[in-house]
């Protein structure tokens, strides 16, 4: 296994190859993310996507039974003993004619990739499992995360699964909902709330893993997005292994892009599919590093020689206006991704696009899909709301095949929900007045009655 894998920095510059024991937050020499390479003409891949399906029929496998490790043959960097599971990835590709109007499509072109099924509520699950398998890998003892929520709530689940490793989340004030806060603390993790926003808290984990020798779990880490990599085969099955039009996805620290980015050339370098989708990642107005860079500054893979002078130069400027990420879309409340070069050499390589939308357009959509049957949190929803805005803008055509991916349950952050639906006046500005939103255009206000059983029946005749 270890001269089929490694793991090699994506500055084409540098190139630099570290083994995949090595435990790296960064390329040593030149400071560049890292990815998790294979030599794929000494490994064995099925000659076909179709070959997986046969796992459904071995599902008392642990390894089979997950939808993450079934596809192992593609993220092949951990023996099968060292592998960490708890079942993830039971998700669902579904179509929703409601949400597919809303957006102006084919009611069976729209499918929804609902993430929200996962143990922990998230997609995070998908990339946990790849990181603890590498953490199972190297005995790592303690994991630590920088987190809006998600991130925390995972990783403190498999940390009490395994019942051997100690989690440590460092989350900023104020800055996650408290469906999230609540997992992280009833798995028992360690949890670190500091003075400052999500971009703090990820600046002072990765000083302090560095420094005490602690387990990175954020997407910085190549393995956590190795496990993400298999959302896209669970699409891919789902559509009978034919790749879709589009995949949308939410913005945030640009994890889901850059592994979605990955398994889409690793399956093109492999001959397992005949057609790339194309990426749009939806930012919040009140969270647009990746639109402001891409749209308004310009900036582009370009062969992986990524001009930084852009990025330090809109870093700089944020810092002397003071402006900070504010959405209520707190899983994507981001000013600075981490892997915002790999996210651009996805853009690059699916023809993929950016795009934002307002935190009104995304409680709109969310309502939208919780009308579906479904259910998301509001980061969630930025997805549908993008499919909406490009095919407005005649990007996406009517009849294209769509995928929007779900991160999370609804449960996350039920109070944007309840605070939608049922705040009126003074309450609802309070609760949204910061995020610029005025109106619940979909409103599911609960009636209100005295206790008659007249009154009562009326009101129900009404409906």
Request: with cysteine; proline share 4%; aromatic share 8%.
């Amino acid at each position: 296994m270890p001269d089929l894998a490694w793991q090699q920095c994506i500055n084409p510059q540098c190139r630099a190859t570290y083994d995949i024991a090595q435990v790296l937050h960064k390329c040593d020499k030149c400071g560049n993310l890292l990815d998790a390479a294979y030599d794929w003409e000494r490994l064995s891949v099925p000659h076909s996507l179709d070959e997986f399906e046969r796992r459904w029929a071995t599902r008392r496998n642990p390894l089979d039974f997950s939808g993450v490790w079934r596809f192992r043959e593609l993220m092949p960097f951990a023996p099968d003993n060292k592998v960490v599971s708890i079942g993830e990835g039971q998700t669902q590709l579904r179509r929703a004619p409601g949400v597919a109007q809303y957006a102006g499509l084919d009611p069976a072109r729209l499918h929804l990739q609902y993430e929200g099924m996962n143990f922990s509520g998230s997609f995070k699950d998908n990339g946990m499992t790849g990181a603890f398998t590498h953490a199972n890998m190297v005995s790592a003892r303690r994991v630590a995360c920088a987190s809006t929520g998600n991130t925390s709530a995972s990783m403190a689940s498999f940390a009490a699964a395994l019942g051997s490793i100690r989690a440590f989340v460092f989350i900023g004030s104020g800055k996650i909902a408290y469906g999230k806060l609540c997992q992280a603390l009833d798995y028992g993790g360690v949890t670190i709330q500091i003075d400052g926003d999500f971009d703090d808290a990820m600046e002072r984990v990765q000083q302090v893993s560095k420094q005490l020798g602690i387990y990175l779990m954020n997407s910085l880490n190549p393995f956590r997005l190795e496990g993400q990599k298999a959302i896209m085969y669970r699409v891919l099955e789902g559509l009978g292994w034919q790749p879709p039009d589009w995949v949308i996805v939410p913005g945030g620290n640009l994890g889901n892009s850059s592994a979605f980015g990955k398994a889409f050339v690793e399956l093109e370098q492999l001959g397992l599919i005949n057609k790339i989708p194309r990426v749009a990642i939806i930012n919040s107005t009140g969270a647009r590093t990746l639109s402001e860079l891409v749209n308004g500054r310009g900036i582009e893979w370009n062969g992986g020689n990524v001009d930084d002078s852009i990025i330090d130069e809109y870093y700089a400027y944020l810092d002397a206006e003071n402006i900070r990420a504010v959405t209520l879309a707190s899983a994507i409340e981001i000013n600075r991704p981490v892997n915002l070069k790999k996210a651009l050499r996805t853009l690059d390589f699916t023809r993929g696009v950016v795009r934002e939308v307002t935190d009104e357009e995304i409680l709109d959509a969310k309502a939208k899909v919780g009308a579906s049957g479904i259910g998301c949190e509001p980061a969630s929803a930025a997805s549908v709301a993008g499919a909406r805005k490009l095919r407005d803008e005649g990007l996406i055509a009517p009849d294209e095949t769509v995928v929007c991916i779900l991160t999370g349950h609804q449960l996350k952050d039920p109070n944007a929900a309840v605070n939608y639906h049922s705040a009126r006046g003074e309450a609802f500005e309070q609760a949204f007045a910061k995020y610029g939103v005025k109106n619940a255009r979909f409103r599911n206000m609960p009636v209100q009655t005295p206790n008659d059983l007249d009154r009562i029946i009326e009101v129900v005749e009404k409906a």
